[in-house]
């Protein structure tokens, strides 16, 4: 784990120079992160089968309990070698299937980005961390899916992924922030013993509910599952890696961490079964009205989840138990079909399964594998998808009253599996035709490898269950359901109700295969629907948010500084009258007189310095003598913080007085020419505004004069800056040191401010000065 | 707004103005000073650079480093070579700024490249803190000091960050603003 958090480091830091590098040379070392990463969690295994958890921590901001804190038991093992195996197929058929794209070494920058986020979620040990890495893959998830950035289609589905997930990610700090004061701790593996502690809490209630928007936006369930099949506009193997190991899993890993925290409970069991049924219903009829091969593994992906979310709430052990054989297959089978529909659509250039035949003769290995992954998406003997719908079955049926209800909706996700598998696996590829669809380009050795080794791990699993998953499956249940239970997975269970049930789904799904192409005549006439589903709702919002804010922009924004400048000012006298309004405290100017006695000359030469300035002011008509009038009055300033003891300050008035006059001596001869275009009334109203600032500013300052301060923090400074902060100049070291975590947050806007100016003046010069 | 008494003050003064700014940056920790006024001062002397030549001239002298290649000829002394290298470098150099398709690689520093590496710099300097196991951006200091900066720690290099990243941010304003 050590090495996981410290391989992030050098990947940030080699951004820049993978920028430069051309995508080819990257790919070994692309590849290798997410190999290196797998190797070290297998050396793992062994530990954590026998029942130990690792842990590993560090303190990032102790005081907010935020600590970079990292925990490893079976369940985040089995997520994470999820992860780091699944990412090393991907990063390989990327090589090929994004070959002589220009920005292939940026591909891999975002891949092995969303692959650390996505491991450091599902090993981190902290709420807030957690919350982090969370919001980290949905950047970088916006990143990937966003990746052919030219199309806005893709740009528009990444940041409607960006929106939703983001949405979720907000709830789901609220929710974690909750649980944190709840449980009186955000370690995560110590909220996890204080279920009980946590579910008779009052605040129980909207905790879990956040949580559940957070999981369910992220992992796509009924109403924010529009934003996955919208997000099949990423290259293939990228919607391949989020659909099937990684970021629509993070909501059901969510869920399953914090099963024995807020599991269990009436609320947890209907919410997450009702959403998971409508979900899984939904994607199953969706996928089927589709002839694009990603829409309809997309949507049959939504349907999937559905059913982990029901599997979840059911909540079981047999239950439970489903859910982590259901993820693993559902990860080989659904990556390897998708890879597959990357082949073909690479190969011929089309994913519309009406114009596919034949495609077996001249792609004969990439027929081979999608015929194994279909075989094991469709459950069948031997493929591991077969264990693993068995096993939802019986969970279904094992589930009390509406135990028949929910096995009805998982056999109809099941019966579309069918259908899909039959489309994928078959007809594409075996049928005999006389005109097969030409292919265009071959399949490399890159593209037909990975579908194959993972349709061939679904074999090997499912052949020999015992050996292969059994023990990681074992150990990974154990956090999830709070005490070891010992299980067995098998291929053959005898002539049991599961097995009827399976073969009752096979000839159903075969029957919906023969009247598909009705079903897909029909789908046209379904549109109308869609206008009020939620995908419109959400166009209808984002639209009238740009509509409502240009509107308002349009209002407020009037162009004028003069008029920011006196809301601002208005504003803020405002606010000092309402807090003073009631009780309006006297000045008591005795102090204040007996001092203007000790004023010093030179303090008068400065006096006099302004004064006579700001006549000047007033009275010029050229912008030159304005802005050097104004220079003086900021140097004066300046000389008046250096007489009362504050250089540091003194020396930055100084500095920033002199670059403010020279930018304006620069931008002088762009402005328009000096006039008076106001009525005279108005200007009054300005000076009006100005003598009410001054007023009100001149009052506040001899008011707190009035009230010694009490504070320690001076002391405080005074005495630790020598000691803990090796300098004399207290400034400096409250700057650097002692509040440095303000002062990067404070340089990060001022970069971010610096890009806005610099694009906002570019645009300007592009647009010819029009507005 | 060319003229020759500031052309050529300016000249001698950035190299004074460069140190100096450097000098407020070192001596920020135990008196006044620090990286966001050395960065100031620092970008002052590139204003004024600015001003009087325009921006392009201020990048194409002061930002930018041209690389020539010259052949090595095979019976040629060393000395002589470097010599001729050297000269043909400082001659080169003033034909550069009229003759700007030579194709010769050439090395700019734009001011974005300041920013991000001072920010850079500002955040992987708390980092220190954190593989020390202490929280991050703790602050760590060597035993030892080096004459004319003083001792180093951790917040002088987070103050060299600060420093960059506004020498970065002005000079980047000021060029497009000064730009035609």
């Known amino acids: ?771 | 707004m060319k003229t020759l008494v500031l052309s050529v003050a300016i000249k001698l003064l950035i190299p004074v103005f460069l140190f100096f700014s450097l000098y407020c940056l070192f001596r920020g920790h135990n008196h006044p000073g620090g990286g966001f006024i050395g960065g100031l001062i620092a970008s002052i002397a590139f204003i004024f650079h600015t001003m009087v030549h325009g921006p392009n001239r201020t990048i194409t002298s002061l930002l930018k480093i041209n690389l020539y290649g010259f052949e090595h000829q095979p019976n040629q002394s060393r000395s002589l070579f470097l010599m001729r290298m050297q000269r043909v470098k400082r001659w080169r150099r003033r034909c550069a700024l009229d003759d700007k398709k030579s194709g010769k690689p050439d090395f700019r520093l734009d001011p974005f490249d300041l920013i991000a590496t001072g920010l850079l710099v500002a955040a992987t300097s708390g980092i220190v803190g954190f593989l020390l196991q202490e929280p991050y951006m703790s602050s760590s200091w060597f035993a030892f000091s080096v004459p004319f900066i003083g001792s180093i720690g951790t917040p002088v290099i987070f103050d060299i960050g600060v420093y960059l990243l506004v020498l970065g941010v002005v000079l980047k304003i000021t060029f497009v603003m000064s730009e035609e």
């Open chain 1, 1 to 771: 784990m050590l090495l996981a958090t410290i391989v992030r480091l050098p990947v940030t830091y080699a951004a820049p120079i993978m920028q430069r590098i051309p995508g080819r040379q990257l790919l070994v070392p692309a590849a290798l992160l997410p190999l290196v990463l797998f190797a070290y969690f297998c050396t793992y295994l062994s530990e954590i089968i026998s029942g130990k958890t690792f842990s590993f921590a560090y303190s990032w901001v102790p005081e907010l309990n935020i600590n970079l804190a990292f925990y490893l038991d079976g369940l985040s093992l089995f997520f994470a070698l999820l992860i780091s195996g699944f990412g090393v197929f991907i990063m390989v058929y990327s090589a090929e299937y994004l070959r002589g794209h220009p920005l292939l070494n940026r591909f891999y920058l975002y891949l092995s980005v969303f692959m650390l986020s996505m491991l450091g979620l599902v090993l981190a040990d902290n709420l807030i961390c957690l919350f982090i890495f969370w919001e980290l893959t949905s950047i970088s998830s916006y990143l990937l899916i966003g990746f052919s950035h030219d199309n806005p289609v893709s740009r528009s589905s990444a940041l409607q992924a960006l929106l939703v997930t983001g949405l979720g990610g907000l709830a789901l700090m609220t929710g974690m922030i909750l649980l944190g004061n709840v449980g009186g701790t955000y370690t995560i593996s110590e909220l996890l013993t204080r279920g009980e502690l946590v579910k008779s809490h009052p605040l129980y209630l909207p905790a879990l509910l956040l949580i559940l928007l957070g999981a369910f936006t992220k992992s796509a369930q009924f109403p924010f599952h529009f934003w996955l099949p919208n997000a099949m506009a990423a290259p293939t193997p990228v919607s391949a890696y989020l659909h099937s190991a990684t970021m629509v899993k993070a909501g059901v890993y969510l869920l399953a961490r914090f099963t024995p925290v807020l599991g269990g409970t009436e609320v947890w069991q209907y919410t997450l079964v009702t959403i998971g049924a409508i979900t899984a219903l939904l994607g199953a009829l969706l996928a089927v009205q589709h002839i694009d091969l990603k829409a309809i593994l997309a949507n049959t992906t939504i349907s999937s989840l559905g059913v982990l979310m029901i599997m979840l709430g059911i909540g079981t052990p047999a239950a439970l138990e489903a859910l982590l054989v259901f993820i693993l297959a559902h990860a080989l089978n659904k990556c390897a079909l998708f890879l597959i529909t990357g082949n073909i659509d690479h190969a011929t250039g089309t994913r519309d399964f009406k114009v596919l035949y034949g495609l077996a003769l001249n792609m004969r290995p990439t027929a081979v594998a999608a015929t194994m992954a279909a075989l094991s998406f469709a459950g069948m003997v031997p493929f591991l998808g077969f264990i693993s719908k068995e096993m939802l079955y019986d969970a279904t049926l094992g589930a009390g009253k509406a135990g028949f209800l929910i096995f009805s909706i998982v056999f109809i996700s099941k019966v579309v599996a069918i259908l899909i598998a039959i489309i994928i696996g078959y007809k594409l590829f075996w049928p005999r035709v006389s005109e097969p669809t030409p292919i265009h380009h071959p399949c490399g050795l890159n593209l037909t490898i990975p579908p194959m080794v993972m349709a061939s791990a679904a074999l090997a699993f499912g052949m020999l269950p015992g050996i292969m998953a059994t023990p990681l499956i074992q150990s990974a249940l154990a956090p999830i359901a709070g005490k070891t239970l010992f299980i067995e997975l098998k291929i053959w269970h005898g002539l049991s109700l599961g097995l009827i049930n399976s073969i009752m789904t096979f000839i159903l799904g075969t029957l919906v295969y023969t009247v598909h192409s009705r079903i897909i005549e029909f789908s046209p006439r379904l549109t109308p629907l869609y206008n009020y589903g939620p995908n419109s709702i959400y166009q209808f919002f984002v639209t009238g948010l740009v509509k409502g804010s240009s509107k308002l922009i349009s209002i407020i924004q009037s162009g004028y500084v003069r008029s920011y400048i006196s809301a601002i000012v208005l504003t803020m006298v405002g606010l000092v009258a309402l807090s003073l309004w009631n009780k309006v405290p006297l000045l008591n100017l005795t102090q204040e007189i007996k001092m203007l006695h000790d004023v010093r000359l030179y303090e008068l030469v400065l006096l006099f310095l302004i004064l006579p300035g700001l006549f000047f002011l007033f009275k010029t008509h050229s912008r030159l003598i304005a802005i050097a009038i104004m220079g003086i009055i900021g140097y004066s300033v300046a000389l008046f913080y250096i007489l009362f003891g504050a250089p540091d300050v003194a020396a930055t008035q100084l500095l920033i007085e002199t670059l403010t006059v020279v930018l304006f001596v620069l931008v002088l001869h762009r402005l328009p020419p000096f006039r008076f275009i106001s009525h005279k009334s108005k200007r009054y109203k300005y000076i009006l505004i100005s003598a009410l600032f001054g007023a009100m500013m001149t009052y506040v300052v001899l008011l707190v004069k009035q009230y010694p301060l009490h504070s320690e923090l001076k002391q405080f400074y005074g005495d630790n800056s020598y000691l803990q902060g090796h300098g004399r100049n207290i400034v400096n070291v409250i700057l650097v040191d002692f509040r440095g975590f303000d002062t990067l947050g404070e340089i990060t806007v001022l970069a971010v401010a610096a890009i806005g100016i610099v694009a906002l003046l570019r645009l300007r010069l592009e647009k010819g000065g029009k507005r």
